[in-house]
């Protein structure tokens, strides 16, 4: 039998690399997409191009704060697994839009869980949290486990906290199969050009290739703990596949600051960082987050997940590749410039 999906935040980072993993195991998918004036599903325009993938691969208009329609829509679907990924996910943005952050992220993983209830009354299903290290905030303990108390820095990560604790009593009170991965910052070629890696890297590459001249950045004494996207769907279909619902941290268990992330992206393009960076006060947070780093041993022990990609290797990845699109910027600017 085909195994039946629903993604939540489909044309995310996560969501559009979680759908090509599954469509490669045979799923078939179900995204929900939010109406918007313009197209949002550059992520994943491309599995429509494989023919093998494209008759597997359903998208639904929705929205993580329409209850109504997400409970039609999953009792109608039926499936077998719901990974909730949709969110507004940028902390600094939160801090503008704080009742929108939690109607998205806090209501919305509520929203998802009674559909799931209502449908595991007839149809065992199986739901995923998108679950947040920014949840420990301002950490209590290093490194960070599964046990470690949450002490929130955000309107967002609040939300998430909410989120979390809704799911496991959801587990607890109705026996639904609910697990939250707690995912530390995960980063690539896809992620969102206004979280910082993404960032650095599109505008180191467009000074490389002569575009642009500054970086304009906040705090780069921050520490995170980051990974690759790719890697990190893989733990959460496998946070899935385990014999009973629990929660599980996913991170590297290495952490680096803004700074040094910087250092590896500008030295790849044989720049010196400290040329073209310069602080703008207006990216620093009303409330920051220090220092995260993950201690990944459970999921290691009981799922058999690792991250594989090391810091390096993911900065190169990034950096190429945004260097690459610099480049056909450049092509573009000439030839407009050359034919006008
Ligand atoms: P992302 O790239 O910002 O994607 C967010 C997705 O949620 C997009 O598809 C977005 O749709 C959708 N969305 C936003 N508001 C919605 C709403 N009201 N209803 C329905 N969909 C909505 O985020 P990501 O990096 O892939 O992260 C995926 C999930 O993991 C998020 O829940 C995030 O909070 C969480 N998380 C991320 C990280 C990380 O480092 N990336 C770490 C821990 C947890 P549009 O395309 O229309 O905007
Ligand atoms: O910031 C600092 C900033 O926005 C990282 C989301 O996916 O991961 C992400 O949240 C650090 C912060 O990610 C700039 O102050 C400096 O300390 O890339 P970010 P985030 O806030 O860690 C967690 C795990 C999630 O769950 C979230 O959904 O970098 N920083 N200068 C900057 N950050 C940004 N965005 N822009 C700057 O100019």
Not at 60 to 72: C, E, K, M, R
Not at 94 to 101: A, K, L, M, R, W
Not at 150 to 179: E, G, M, W
Not at 242 to 267: I, M, N, W, Y
């Amino acid at each position: 039998m085909t195994r039946i999906a629903l993604i939540t935040g489909i044309t995310g980072q996560d969501g559009s690399y979680l759908a090509e993993y599954l469509l490669g195991l045979g799923y078939q998918v179900h995204g929900v997409v939010r109406r918007s004036s313009t197209f949002s599903t550059e992520r994943i325009d491309h599995l429509y191009r494989e023919p093998q993938a494209e008759s597997r691969l359903r998208l639904h208009y929705g929205d993580l704060t329409d209850g109504q329609s997400l409970t039609n829509l999953v009792l109608k679907i039926r499936p077998d697994e719901i990974y909730n990924l949709g969110a507004q996910s940028h902390v600094r943005v939160s801090f503008d839009q704080p009742v929108y952050t939690l109607q998205a992220v806090g209501c919305g993983a509520l929203n998802i869980l009674e559909a799931a209830r209502l449908l595991n009354e007839s149809h065992p299903v199986r739901v995923y949290q998108a679950s947040s290290s920014e949840m420990y905030g301002d950490v209590l303990q290093t490194p960070q486990t599964e046990r470690t108390p949450f002490n929130p820095q955000s309107p967002y990560a609040c939300a998430k906290v909410y989120a979390f604790h809704q799911t496991i009593n959801y587990r607890r009170s109705y026996d639904l199969f609910a697990s939250n991965g707690i995912l530390f910052n995960h980063e690539s070629e896809r992620r969102g050009e206004t979280f910082v890696t993404r960032k650095i890297t599109r505008a180191a590459g467009r000074i490389k290739a002569g575009l642009q001249e500054k970086l304009y950045l906040g705090n780069l004494d921050a520490k995170r703990d980051w990974g690759y996207a790719k890697d990190y769907v893989k733990g959460m279909h496998l946070i899935l596949q385990h014999h009973q619902p629990d929660d599980f941290v996913l991170a590297t268990g290495r952490t680096a600051s803004v700074r040094e992330f910087c250092e590896l992206v500008f030295k790849r393009l044989d720049l010196n960082y400290e040329d073209h960076v310069e602080i703008d006060p207006r990216y620093y947070r009303p409330a920051e987050v220090d220092l995260l780093l993950g201690e990944p041993s459970k999921a290691f022990e009981e799922l058999g997940w690792q991250a594989t990609t090391s810091l390096e290797e993911l900065a190169a990845i990034m950096t190429d590749h945004d260097h690459e699109i610099a480049k056909r910027e450049l092509h573009a600017a000439n030839f407009d410039q050359f034919s006008g």
